[in-house]
């Protein structure tokens, strides 16, 4: 489909483990977000990218996690050495315009599970 | 800062009830406001959206009006369906366009 896709749809790790979840936004979407959203809770911001550079880190928790787009489109969320505390479902949008204050599209999500 | 509160849930209504989902922020500048909604199994959607004060988002039924000198973004819908059960997330964009801050969801169930 011409959505937001994200992969895998569910990871389960053990504690201590690496982790990489994939984003391919809908095509020609200058602007990627990740988001993560814990049980009962809304979304919240962890990264946005303006083409290929994180122009806003500002939510990402620590330094376990980091978040590329070498080539302006597909991101790569890593979280390093993962806790309990980081099982959430993580949230990727897109959207047309770099600093836009219109919508986002969403993809599904990749729940994490850390056991 | 900027924050968003909305009506905890869960909301339960009748097919045909009045529905509203309360929701007030906290932001510098002057932000957009939305309504995002998942429905079960679904990525987050937009509903509708507002830009600048007095602007009413429509969509399916749902409207809501930004109120500045409330700092509400009300959701509203006359008449529910079995088929508008999900959770509504409100949400705003700061004038940068940078960050999207959610609320934590209202989940509504509508029988018929």
């Known amino acids: 489909g011409a959505g937001v896709s994200q992969t895998p749809s569910n990871k389960v790790t053990e504690k201590g483990k690496y982790v990489e979840l994939r984003c391919d936004p809908i095509?020609?979407?200058?602007?990627l977000y990740w988001y993560r959203q814990s049980l009962g809770q809304g979304p919240e911001f962890l990264i946005y990218?303006?083409?290929?550079?994180?122009?806003?880190d500002s939510g990402l928790p620590n330094d376990r996690f980091f978040a590329v787009r070498p080539e302006g489109s597909v991101s790569t969320l890593k979280i390093q050495r993962t806790e309990r505390g980081d099982s959430a479902v993580y949230l990727c949008?897109?959207?047309?315009?770099?600093?836009?204050?219109?919508?986002?599209?969403f993809g599904e999500g990749s729940r994490l599970t850390v056991l | 800062g900027n924050s968003v509160t909305q009506m905890e849930g869960p909301v339960t209504l009748s097919e045909e009830a009045f529905l509203t989902i309360n929701c007030t922020y906290t932001?510098?500048?002057?932000?957009?406001l939305f309504w995002y909604v998942q429905y079960p199994g679904e990525g987050l959607q937009l509903l509708l959206k507002?830009?600048?004060?007095?602007d009413k988002g429509s969509n399916k039924g749902f409207e809501a009006t930004y109120r500045k000198e409330t700092t509400s973004f009300h959701l509203e819908k006359g008449s529910v369906q079995v088929s508008d059960s999900a959770v509504y997330f409100c949400?705003?964009?700061?004038?940068?366009?940078?960050?999207?801050?959610f609320g934590t969801g209202t989940s509504l169930t509508v029988i018929p």
């Open positions: 507002a830009t600048k004060a007095d």
């Open positions: 990218f303006q083409g290929t550079g994180a122009a806003d």
């Open positions: 949400a705003l964009s700061a004038n940068t366009g940078n960050q999207f801050y």
């Open positions: 095509s020609g979407h200058t602007a």
């Open positions: 932001a510098t500048g002057y932000p957009s």
């Open positions: 949008a897109s959207s047309p315009l770099a600093g836009d204050t219109g919508e986002l599209f």
